[in-house]
């Protein structure tokens, strides 16, 4: 199961441990500040919501300078077993970007599951060291379907403002849902879930070293379990606060969460052509839902975008597009920024050509993937001039509405799809 | 006297017949050489274009644009198709070449010496060519992509210049493959290449520092006060 991949202190300290029944695991990177109270925070949830389970709190550090795993072995209680490893950083994993600011985060994620496997737990919880936001309700949340009820993965799902994470609810969201036939609305991780069944069964037979390196975890294992015949959960973990920046350079964010859905579309063909309507996944937790705060969004910029790339990209887009949907983002007038208006459904046709696209590889992959920023800037504009007058629950209707493009319009995808491989 | 001339004329008869006797058969051994040219180049061009075909190669060329270059420059056939015909055009010009050689003519003496001696570096330009116009689609196309993301409004001007950039170098390197006037090819790429940094620099640097601080102002002043503070995963 992956031995040869792990560091030798690490393959020394399992010489003799004792199986645990609860993992947690932290992976940080300069985390001093938020870490340490994160971990006493999970820790002391642990022991009040589960007394009877032993429990093992693993930290996996990139090389912190600021003495992160010292700073958490301090906050615990001295009874509480604490294993600190430096993982290390491979060069394919330096290209992902992810929240948690971790470098080689994969890595660590990959020795978090060996360990879990070799110590035989029943449920194996992953943070991010850098959350400010924790609870001590979180481990109970995210734990308790995995031990009471068999689950296999508890994903998480944070509250977030009306148009934070539009790249997950406009695209990532809906299209795994019409794909796979679960809707989860959050797929930026920061704290996972997971049974040691879904460990050792499906976590870690995945390549970690290609796909998952290429693309980062949360992606990875957000589609995997949607797409995977195993049960999943949602958390409801309230608002996320963390330290650190959000991920930058638009392009590379969409070429990797995209393109990770792509990627596994292939490897998962037979599943998605079959699956005809989604529901929402259980949820545990209080519902996150959307906030009504608006956040700073320059619509203009981004309409601009899109209008250079109908500028510059045109060739391009002729290459990816089919026919008629090249035709129709011809035709989108962009004389006046506050009339703008992409249509829902054309925003699915150019999602599912860029799938076929990249299916057919009619471009390098990556330049594909980079293509589509300027058109998903601009179907993001026009959502957001169409909908910034309302209320919360119009934008929820209009995401929802979304969803149902993707799934009555799956048909053209699955036809195509199908046409390219004959 | 009658001797003498019936003797001359025989003479000069047998002298043709001679001369006839030696050229009939190297003339059968040319048109035997260019009839096989013919054959066998019809069989390796049906052969190569059926192979090129099974590995879909016009897929893959199709993919890193390289026909939609070879189109633009007046090529429109698949380039299976072209290679095929090279094949078949290499093949016939060997056999030719040995036909002539068979003709024993002074003039052509050594010329099949010469043409294989010639064909390594022809193969090699050729394939320095084609990885020189593969390499410049790609990163033009990457040049752009990134440009345009990045709302730089000279995005194509940048793609343009990577791509002609590196089909000049390409180009210089082609020629001198081919050993054509190679030093001239060295010193022109060098003055052109020379010239056009020195340009650059002069007019960024004298002409043009007011364009270029205004420019880096409003990038600066754009990336503090536009910068959206969303996140979009």
Known sequence: ?422 | MSNVWGDAMMEAFRDMMKRMALLLPKLLALISFVLLGLVVGFVVKAILVRVLKAVRFDVFVERWGLQATLAKAGFKQPLSQIIGRAAFWTVFVIFAIMGVDALDLPATAGLMGQLVGFVPSVITAGLLLLVGILLSNFFAEAALIAAVNAQIQEARLIGGLVRWGILLFTAAMVLTQLGIAKEVVVAAFSILFGGVVLAVSISVGLGGRNIARDMLQRRWRKDKEERDEMAHL
Not at chain 1, 109 to 129: M, N, P, Q
Not at chain 1, 216 to 222: I, L, P, R, Y
Not at chain 1, 316 to 337: H, N, P
């Open chain 1, 1 to 422: 199961m992956g031995e040869w991949h792990i560091p030798d202190p690490v393959r020394e300290r399992l010489e003799g441990a004792e199986p645990a029944d609860i993992l947690l695991g932290l992976v940080t990177f300069n985390d001093g500040a938020t870490a340490p109270g994160l971990t006493r925070t999970l820790a002391e949830g642990i022991t009040r919501a589960f007394p009877q389970r032993r429990v093992i709190v693993v930290n996996c550090d990139a090389g912190s300078q600021d003495g992160t795993p010292q700073s958490i072995q301090e906050k615990l209680e001295p009874e509480m077993q604490y294993w600190a490893f430096r993982h290390p950083v491979l060069g394919a994993s330096l290209k992902v970007t992810s929240e948690s600011g971790v470098p080689g985060r994969e890595e660590a994620v990959r020795i978090l599951a060996v360990l879990a496997e070799k110590l035989k737990v029943s449920a194996c919880l992953v943070v991010d060291g850098n959350l400010k936001s924790s609870e001590p309700t979180w481990p109970q949340v995210l734990v308790e379907p995995i031990l009471d009820k068999g689950v296999d993965c508890v994903l998480p799902w944070f509250r977030r403002n009306r148009y934070e994470g539009t790249l997950t609810n406009t695209l990532l969201a809906p299209l795994t849902g019409a794909l796979y036939g679960k809707r989860v609305p959050y797929h930026l991780g920061g704290a996972y879930a997971f049974s040691g069944r879904f460990i050792r069964s499906i976590l870690l037979l995945q390549p970690w070293d290609e796909g998952i390196a290429l693309y980062g975890f949360d992606g990875w294992v957000t589609t995997l379990a949607v797409a995977e015949q195993v049960d999943v959960y949602r958390a409801g973990l309230g608002p996320r606060v963390q330290q650190g920046k959000p991920m930058g350079d638009l392009s590379s964010v969409v070429a990797q969460a995209v393109g990770c859905v792509f990627h596994l579309m292939e490897r998962y063909q037979e599943r998605w052509e079959s699956v005809t309507s989604s529901v929402a996944v259980p949820t545990v937790g209080t519902p996150a839902g959307l906030g009504a705060e608006p956040g700073s969004i320059n619509v203009h910029r981004m309409v601009a975008g899109f209008r250079q790339g109908l500028r510059d990209l045109l060739p391009l887009w002729q290459l990816i597009l089919s026919a008629e949907t090249f035709q129709q983002v011809l035709e989108l007038g962009v004389e006046d920024t506050d009339t703008f208006r992409f249509p829902a459904n054309l925003w699915v046709q150019v999602v599912y050509d860029f799938a076929l696209a990249y299916h057919d590889r009619l471009l390098h992959r990556e330049h594909l993937l980079k293509a589509l920023t300027p058109l998903y800037l601009g179907y993001i504009a026009s959502f957001v001039i169409g909908t910034r007058t309302q209320g919360v629950e119009y934008v929820e209707r209009e995401l929802a509405r979304l969803n149902d493009h993707f799934e009555t319009m799956k048909p053209y995808l699955v036809q195509r799809w199908r046409w390219s491989d004959e």
